[in-house]
C-alpha cells in the first residue's frame, strides 16, 4: 500500500518568513495530493491541493510543488502570519473510494 | 456547506465495553471513512464505506467494525474497548463526482477515553 512520509516534525519560524514542509510517497499511482491544517482542537481542514497533471499551484501565500518522477511533493508558506500556527498534514490519494494515506505531521509555529 | 457532525466529542468507557461512534453527513456523499488520530501518527484509516452497506478495511482495523445502513450515516463500532483504543477518531466524507471529488471533509472528532 502507500507509505506517505513527512518533514520536519516540528518547524519554528519567525513571522514574515517562510515555510516549507515536504512530503515523499511511495505508490507511482496515487494522483491527488491535498494538504490539510489542523488548528489545536478544530477539525483537518483542506488549504490546497494538487492533482499529478500539474507540476505547482498557488492559492494567494500557499503553493504545493509536485514532481512526479521523484515522487515528492512539497507544501510552501510565504509571509507567514501567527495564525499559520498549526498542524499540517500532507496526504496521498489512490484506492477505489480514493482513500487517503496521511503523513505524520509537522506542527508549525510561527514566532511574532 | 458540507456539514460532517459526530455523536460525542467527548467520551469516557471502561475496557470491554462496547462503544459506538456515530458519523452523519448532509451532503450526499458516497464516501465515508474512519480514522484515528494519535500524536506523532497522524491519521490512520480504520475503514471506510463507498457505498451502503459496503466497507473495505483499512490499515488498521483490527478490534473495529463498522456498518453503514443509510447513505448518510457511518458507524464506527468497538466491540470490546481496550485501553490501547484511547485516542481521538475522526470521521470524514468525499463526494465521487463534481468539482471536489476526492476531497475529503471531516467531523470534529470524539476524544475517547478508554479506562
Known amino acids: 500500500g502507500e507509505n506517505v512520509e513527512q518533514h520536519p516534525s516540528t518547524l519554528s519560524v519567525q513571522e514574515g518568513d517562510s515555510a516549507v514542509i515536504k512530503c515523499t510517497y511511495s505508490?507511482?499511482?496515487?494522483?491527488?495530493f491535498p494538504w490539510y491544517k489542523q488548528e489545536l482542537g478544530k477539525r483537518p481542514q483542506l488549504i490546497i491541493d494538487i492533482r499529478s497533471n500539474v507540476g505547482e499551484k498557488k492559492d494567494q501565500r500557499i503553493a504545493v510543488t509536485l514532481n512526479k518522477t521523484a515522487k515528492h511533493f512539497s507544501l510552501h508558506i510565504t509571509e507567514t502570519q501567527p495564525e499559520d500556527s498549526a498542524v499540517y498534514f500532507c496526504?496521498?490519494?489512490?484506492?477505489?473510494?480514493?482513500?487517503?494515506?496521511f503523513g505524520s505531521g509537522t506542527q508549525l509555529t510561527v514566532l511574532p | 456547506d458540507v456539514k460532517v457532525t459526530q455523536s460525542s466529542r467527548y467520551l469516557v468507557k471502561r475496557t470491554g465495553e462496547k462503544v459506538f461512534l456515530e458519523c452523519v453527513q448532509d451532503?450526499?456523499?458516497?464516501?465515508m471513512f474512519w480514522y484515528r488520530q494519535d500524536p506523532g501518527l497522524g491519521l490512520r484509516l480504520i475503514y471506510f464505506s463507498y457505498d451502503v452497506k459496503m466497507k473495505e478495511k483499512g490499515d488498521i482495523p483490527e478490534g473495529y467494525s463498522v456498518s453503514r445502513e443509510k447513505k448518510e450515516r457511518f458507524s464506527l463500532i468497538l466491540e470490546s474497548a481496550s485501553t490501547n483504543q484511547t485516542s481521538m477518531y475522526l470521521c470524514a466524507s468525499s463526494p465521487t463526482s463534481g468539482g471536489n471529488t476526492d476531497t475529503q471533509y471531516f467531523g470534529p472528532g470524539t476524544r475517547l477515553t478508554v479506562l
Open positions: 451532503m450526499d456523499h458516497e464516501n
Open positions: 505508490d507511482s499511482a496515487s494522483n491527488y
Open positions: 496526504a496521498a490519494s489512490s484506492g477505489s473510494a480514493r482513500q487517503l494515506t
